[in-house]
């Protein structure tokens, strides 16, 4: 089992910046990758950005690509998504996840197994 607590949201104006933390608890659980969703009212859940346990992999929503930026640190079990120029558009609650199996990271969300609570983002015009 794997708690995830993600943390940094807020409320910030279009253009800004904010810088989201998803911090894994797991005493026998092995992180194999990091998936952040995110959800608006009213819509589905939707990928935002995935990365590989040893970093080298990462992968983008197209909506985010060259906006935001996935990141890690193993050594605090923490994994990051810094969001630069965001847009009214990016207003949602963002979630972490990771897989319980090790698999190649992914953009599908039915891969993923433990959520955390999520944080909400809002991007005012």
């Known amino acids: 089992q794997v708690q995830l607590v993600e943390s940094g949201g807020g409320l910030v104006q279009a253009g800004g910046s904010l810088r989201l933390s998803c911090a894994a608890s797991?005493?026998?659980?092995?992180?194999?990758?990091w998936g952040w969703f995110r959800q608006a009212p009213g819509k589905e859940r939707e990928f935002v950005a995935a990365?590989?346990?040893?970093?080298?992999?990462?992968l983008y929503a197209d909506s985010v690509k060259g906006r935001f930026t996935v990141s890690k640190d193993n050594a605090k079990n923490t994994v990051y998504l810094q969001m630069n120029s965001l847009k009214p558009e990016d207003t949602a609650v963002y979630y972490c996840?990771?897989?319980?199996?090790?698999?190649?990271?992914?953009?599908?969300?039915?891969?993923?197994?433990?959520w955390g609570q999520g944080t909400q983002v809002t991007v005012s015009s």
């Open positions: 996840a990771v897989p319980r199996l090790l698999k190649p990271i992914t953009s599908t969300l039915g891969e993923y197994d433990y």
């Open positions: 797991a005493r026998t659980f092995s992180i194999y990758a």
């Open positions: 990365i590989s346990w040893r970093g080298a992999q990462t």
